[in-house]
């Protein structure tokens, strides 16, 4: 779906499955794209931000984060956090 460009679907078929599957940092990370690019601006930082303490998945989160600040047009936070 993620693929096909068809966001919001994906979203909901990542939030229907069981809660075990959903919550690991690929799953986040996964939702956080999809909710920015399904205009959730917010969502993804937050989603983003909470992974972003996480080994496996910090250097992604820090990438949605840097996506999400360029959508709101913050180059400076975008900067820093592509840096």
């Known amino acids: 779906l993620q693929e096909q460009e068809r966001y919001g679907e994906a979203l909901d078929l990542l939030r ?3 809660p075990g599957q959903r919550t690991g940092a690929e799953a986040r990370l996964l939702e956080s794209a999809l909710l920015l690019h399904t ?3 917010a969502g993804a930082s937050r989603a983003a931000r909470q992974l972003s303490a ?3 998945a910090a250097a992604r ?3 949605i984060l840097a996506l999400c600040h360029e959508h ?3 180059w400076e936070m975008a900067m820093a ?3």
């Open 16 to 18: 229907r499955l069981p």
């Open 54 to 56: 996480s080994a496996a």
């Open 72 to 74: 709101e047009q913050n």
């Open 61 to 63: 989160a820090h990438y």
């Open 81 to 83: 956090e592509h840096q």
């Open 39 to 41: 205009g959730d601006v």
